[in-house]
Nanobody
Framework: QVQLVESGGGLVQAGGSLSLSCAAS?????????LGWHRQAPGKQRELVAS???????NYADSAKGRFTISRSIGKNTVYLQMNSLKAEDTAVYYC??????????????WGQGTQVTVSS
């Protein structure tokens, strides 16, 4: 069982920056195949923002490219999301997700509790 705890959300003006953190309970985040940030705005489906694989490969939604950066600290068992040039449409609850491939070939997904990001225009 992987536990993920997000922090760093808050209220920021448009054009500002926020940094989110996701601390994993796993002995090492390298045991998690993919760590990602997802978000869900009111009335909308949850969507992928950015992800980082165990090997360090990163992936970004088009809306995040050039503005957001996902990174990790293996020593701190933490993944980060640096968000710059924030827009009102970035307002959402941001969730950390960890995906672990099981020995049977399936994938187990683990979610954090979410952190609210509100961008005022």
């Amino acid at each position: 069982q992987v536990q993920l705890v997000e922090s760093g959300g808050g209220l920021v003006q448009a054009g500002g920056s926020l940094s989110l953190s996701c601390a994993a309970s796993e002995r090492s985040i390298l045991r998690i195949d993919v760590l990602g940030w997802h978000r869900q705005a009111p009335g909308k489906q949850r969507e992928l923002v950015a992800s980082i694989s165990r090997g360090g490969d990163t992936n970004y939604a088009d809306s995040a490219k050039g503005r957001f950066t996902i990174s990790r600290s293996i020593g701190k068992n933490t993944v980060y999301l640096q968000m710059n040039s924030l827009k009102a449409e970035d307002t959402a609850v941001y969730y950390c997700k960890g995906s672990v491939r099981s020995w049977t070939g399936g994938v187990n997904d683990y979610w954090g509790q979410g952190t609210q990001v509100t961008v005022s225009s």
